[in-house]
């Protein structure tokens, strides 16, 4: 019991702001003067990197039809998925067991190899304003981000978490259309990318070789490629004042090349001056 308590607080601390402002001393951060700063890659580069990779999956005949949900469909189609991003961008990643002690899960490059400056993740999840109810899902949740305007992710694929995210996915479909991903809810996603929320914090022995950078998907974003953004909003979108709302996403960037068998790594703490 004493155990389990242990490793949930080494979870959860990562949350706590007075725990992490004790420890920063000790941290090794990412520091950004203002909002903007924050980009590694230009915003035009990162929307038409997403775009690219979403439109060869839509070529994908196997991809596109995939419309049922079966855990043996939705294998199939992840696998073929792979190689459609091994074809497109020339690596492909996947989750695996963490190289860190206790890390549980991560991420991997697992074939190819990954230039600088390159998408090589997506941070899945719901979306959520500051001021929106979040403490049910937050309770034992490691993968809360919160970006740096105070919106925060919760990219957990299980329990309360799981099934708010595909209800308002349900509630903000068109039809037969959907205009996010619900498949990273599952071992198999249809966009390989969408496994960010398992990167692994850097540590001494093993430094960061991707970070995060936020951008928000535009208006004229292809409609029929938005079921492959792993986000969506929490609360309707009911105000005038916020009709031209843009889908917030978080990439994960790489800083350096990145070779097959490398796990990812990112700095979970940001500074913003």
């Known amino acids: 019991m004493l155990k389990r308590l242990i490793e949930k607080w080494k979870q959860y601390r990562y949350r706590l702001v007075p725990w992490i402002a004790l420890n920063m001393n000790e941290r090794t951060i990412r520091a950004v003067p203002t909002k903007t700063a924050d980009a590694i890659i230009p915003q035009s580069e990162a929307i038409g990197s997403l775009e690219k990779i979403f439109q060869a999956f839509e070529e994908s005949t196997y991809v596109k039809q995939s419309k049922e949900q079966s855990p043996s469909h939705l294998?199939?189609?992840?696998?073929?998925?792979?190689?459609?991003?091994?074809?497109t961008f020339g690596f492909t990643v996947e989750r695996r067991p963490s190289n860190l002690i206790g890390g549980g899960v991560?991420?991997?490059?697992?074939?190819?190899e990954v230039p600088p400056n390159t998408?090589?993740?997506?941070?899945?999840?719901?979306?959520?304003?500051?001021?929106?109810?979040?403490?049910?899902?937050s309770l034992?949740?490691?993968?809360?981000?919160?970006?740096?305007?105070?919106?925060?992710?919760?990219?957990n694929d299980k329990r309360?978490?799981?099934?708010?995210?595909?209800?308002?996915?349900?509630?903000?479909?068109?039809?037969?259309y959907l205009i996010c991903d619900t498949s990273w809810l599952t071992p198999f996603p249809v966009n390989p990318l969408n496994i960010g929320q398992y990167v692994?914090?850097?540590?001494?022995?093993?430094?960061?070789?991707?970070?995060?950078?936020e951008v928000d998907i535009p208006q004229d974003f292809p409609f029929h490629l938005r079921k492959y953004i792993p986000n969506i909003y929490y609360g309707a979108n009911l105000d005038s004042m916020d009709v031209n709302r843009l889908t917030r996403v978080v990439i994960l960037v790489s800083t350096r090349t990145i070779t097959s068998g490398e796990e990812l790594f990112s700095t979970y703490f940001t500074v913003l001056y």
Do not use: M
Request: charged residues 15%.
């Open 106 to 112: 991560g991420v991997f490059v697992t074939t190819g």
């Open 75 to 87: 294998e199939k189609v992840h696998h073929q998925s792979l190689g459609v991003l091994q074809n």
């Open 200 to 213: 692994n914090n850097q540590s001494k022995a093993h430094e960061a070789n991707v970070a995060y950078q």
């Open 160 to 176: 309360i978490s799981k099934y708010i995210y595909k209800s308002c996915s349900n509630r903000d479909r068109i039809g037969p």
């Open 119 to 137: 998408v090589v993740a997506l941070y899945p999840g719901t979306l959520y304003y500051n001021y929106e109810p979040i403490l049910l899902q």
């Open 140 to 155: 034992s949740n490691p993968f809360i981000f919160r970006c740096i305007d105070g919106l925060l992710i919760d990219g």
